[in-house]
């Protein structure tokens, strides 16, 4: 059966060469593996307003613009996603777990010895290679 595909807003919070990285509960798709925080686009949404809305209520910030990095689509044995990954460049607030979950800034040089779901890799070669340039 064709998997309908989940849009998903995806947000890169970056600090001093550091990005904020949240652990996904057990209970959850990908569970017991870090993410970016973020969420289901819902139909009413553009990728801005899930954004905006996911961040506020994952992590306790109020973002105020983002850019597009990429799109990534990834088809998971059980789950077919769009991920929709944004820099946030301007937000208001201190990033912290505000759903209880594990959080952490990590160094970009870093954040491939984190475990992440699969679809994540492109972001993590795409961080570090800017990171390089
Ligand atoms: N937030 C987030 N989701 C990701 C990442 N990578 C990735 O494959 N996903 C997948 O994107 C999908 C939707 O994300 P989500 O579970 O955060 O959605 P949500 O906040 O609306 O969650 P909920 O359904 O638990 O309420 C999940 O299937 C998840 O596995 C990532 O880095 N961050
Ligand atoms: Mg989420």
């Given amino acids: 059966m064709e998997k309908k595909r989940v849009e998903v807003a995806v947000g890169v919070i970056e600090k001093n060469q550091k990005i904020f990285v949240c652990l996904r509960s057990k209970d959850q798709h990908q569970g017991g593996l870090w993410e ?3 969420g289901k ?3 009413e949404e553009d990728v801005f307003s899930a954004l905006k809305r996911e961040l506020k209520e994952e992590i306790g910030i109020d973002i105020h613009s983002s850019t597009e990095l ?3 689509e990834h088809d998971y044995p059980d789950k077919a996603v769009c991920l929709h990954i944004h820099i946030v460049t301007e937000f208001a607030g201190e990033a912290h777990g505000a759903e209880g979950q594990p959080s952490q800034w ?3 040089s870093n954040l491939h010895e984190l475990d992440f779901p ?4 492109a972001i993590v070669e795409r961080l570090q290679a800017a990171q390089k340039e």
């Avoid at 699969?118 to 890799?121: D, G, I, L, P």
């Fill in 36 to 38: 970016f925080p973020g």
């Fill in 41 to 43: 686009v819902e139909a």
């Fill in 106 to 108: 990590v160094a970009i």
């Fill in 70 to 72: 990429m799109r990534i």
């Fill in 118 to 121: 699969a679809a994540n890799k």
